[in-house]
């Protein structure tokens, strides 16, 4: 089985603080990571993944996710907000077997305050 | 590239109506996914289809819903009949494998009245 849990679904920093997104899996095989971004009316896009290399992934944006085992966590953190990053963040886990499909969490949304 | 493809954008009708959404994956991808998206219960798996073929439908609320995918560039969402409680946002995605990362079209917005 596998399972994403999002800390917080709503989250609201100033303009150019620290972006930190939680995101907490469970899974019983060597897992796949993935975060994404939905802007209003807009389907999902894909920020990054982890498929078991570097731990500390970089993705679009400015956003990076460390991959903690030990932790079971995938958080995403970017070092300074704009505006433009107002959206919602969803987490996703799926397994390195092929057999499972991705499994999202229930997201957080994202407010940056001027 | 083009990317997913849903159509309509946009869907209001009427409760009893038949309603039907459709997709068009990215060519070379394999898997195909249906989901909806509301406030209350977030984003929900319905059905995946891997080569056209149903693998998981148990996300499918009730026997109004039906879904089918007669080839791979081409996957309908069918809902008969419609009911106010189906108003979401429907939204189409497609990947290489399952466990790959999905592309997800804009979604069709459905309002049953």
């Known amino acids: 089985a596998q399972s994403v849990t999002q800390l917080g679904s709503h989250v609201s920093v100033s303009e150019g603080a620290l972006v930190l997104l939680r995101c907490n899996y469970s899974s019983s095989v060597p897992p796949y990571l993935f975060w994404y971004v939905q802007y209003p009316n807009q389907g999902l896009q894909l920020l990054l993944k982890?498929?078991?290399?570097?731990?500390l992934v970089k993705g679009i944006n400015g956003f990076e996710a460390e991959f903690k085992k030990s932790e079971t966590s995938f958080h995403l953190t970017k070092p300074s907000a704009h505006m433009s990053d107002a959206a919602e963040y969803f987490c996703?886990?799926?397994?390195?077997?092929?057999?499972?499909?991705?499994?999202f969490g229930s997201g957080t949304r994202l407010q940056v305050q001027p | 590239d083009a990317g997913v493809i849903q159509s309509p954008r946009h869907e209001v009708t009427e409760m009893g109506q038949e309603v039907t959404l459709r997709c068009k994956p990215i060519s070379g991808h394999n898997s195909l996914f249906w989901y909806r998206q509301t406030m209350m219960r977030g984003l929900e798996l319905l059905i995946y289809?891997?080569?056209?073929?149903?693998?998981?439908d148990s996300g499918m609320p009730e026997d109004r819903f039906s879904a089918k995918m007669p080839n791979a560039s081409f996957s309908t969402l069918k809902i008969q009949p419609s009911e106010p409680r189906d108003s979401a946002v429907y939204f189409c995605?497609?990947?290489?494998?399952?466990?790959?990362?999905?592309?997800f079209g804009d979604g069709t917005r459905l309002s049953i009245l």
């Open positions: 996703a886990v799926s397994d390195y077997t092929g057999r499972r499909a991705l499994t």
């Open positions: 982890y498929t078991s290399a570097a731990t």
């Open positions: 289809f891997n080569n056209n073929v149903p693998i998981d």
């Open positions: 995605a497609s990947s290489f494998e399952k466990n790959q990362p999905q592309h």
